[in-house]
């Protein structure tokens, strides 16, 4: 058993490779987020590696509820880092991946066969949305291993009036997820993954175990760091929780949410 106390030095020995558990444990351990790239081509082999590992992952009832939109036009891009909050390294990625959530299509083929489909609700969304987050993991775990970076990009569940738009999404598909992949610059590997919080407070046993103040401050107060823990949360809350982008956000998806309350 891993005790607390040793969690994180498992996890600067899983980071560096010298721990004795297999490659993929290694993988999903060094794996974190990259934002800046060196501009080298990612090839055509190496993408379609990464949508097949995309693809193979865990599905509701085999149905592979998503869409995958691969984003090849430079034009585009760069709306889309535009759209997404204004961060350019959207734009210099050299792989650009939407995952929607697709309850269009299903319906579209229930309604073609004579089936009388009900609409869709928000528990098929939920369902799909759930098969996007599965296959971009799978996509970003392939791409490590390739030496490729990636980054998840949940601004797109933003402004869903100009990305309906922009990447024509018709009422039942919802972008759910985009990925932007590319080559790390040295910078990019050399720096540190940030850590997780302990697993006593993320893993609770058999029902939920609502925390109190303290053992809330004991999870968070490691990402504060040097700063006061009161200072520190306060200005996280404005800075993610109270921000413009997440209102934003919350509107965009009761905005989308709308088209699945329809059905009956």
């Not at 759209?83 to 929607?100: G, H, R, T, W, Y």
């Not at 598909?173 to 985009?178: C, E, I, R, S, Y």
């Not at 040295?186 to 609502?210: A, D, F, G, S």
């Amino acid at each position: 058993m891993i005790l607390p106390s040793q969690e994180h030095k498992i996890f600067d020995r899983l980071t560096k490779g010298d721990f004795d558990v297999n490659e993929i444990l290694t993988a999903l351990h060094r794996r974190k987020s990259v934002r800046a790239y060196t501009g080298e081509p990612v090839s055509a082999e190496q993408k379609e590696q990464i949508l097949r590992a995309a693809c193979a992952a865990p599905t509701a009832g085999n149905q592979q509820l998503y869409t995958i939109l691969d984003i090849t036009d430079q034009g585009l891009k760069d709306k889309l880092a535009v759209s997404c909050d204004n961060q350019p390294f959207i734009a210099k990625a050299e792989v650009v991946l939407i995952f929607c959530a697709d309850c269009q299509k299903w319906y579209d083929a229930f309604a073609a066969a004579g089936c009388e489909p009900r609409l869709p609700r928000a528990g098929d969304l939920m369902l799909a949305v759930t098969d996007c987050a599965i296959a971009a993991q799978n996509a970003v775990t392939a791409a490590d291993s390739l030496g490729l970076g990636s980054c998840y990009i949940g601004d797109i569940m933003e402004q869903c009036e100009t990305h309906r738009e922009l990447l024509s999404l018709p009422s039942y598909v919802f972008p759910a997820v985009m990925l932007v992949i590319g080559t790390p610059t040295q910078q990019q590997r050399e720096r540190p993954k940030p850590e997780r919080c302990r697993l006593k407070h993320i893993v609770h046993e058999n029902t939920y175990r609502r925390m109190g103040p303290e053992e809330l401050q004991e999870m968070l107060a490691p990402q504060a760091g040097q700063r006061p823990y009161e200072e520190w949360l306060a200005a996280f809350c404005e800075r993610k929780y109270q921000s413009s982008f997440s209102r934003e956000m919350s509107r965009s998806v009761e905005e989308y949410l709308k088209s699945f309350q329809q059905g009956s």
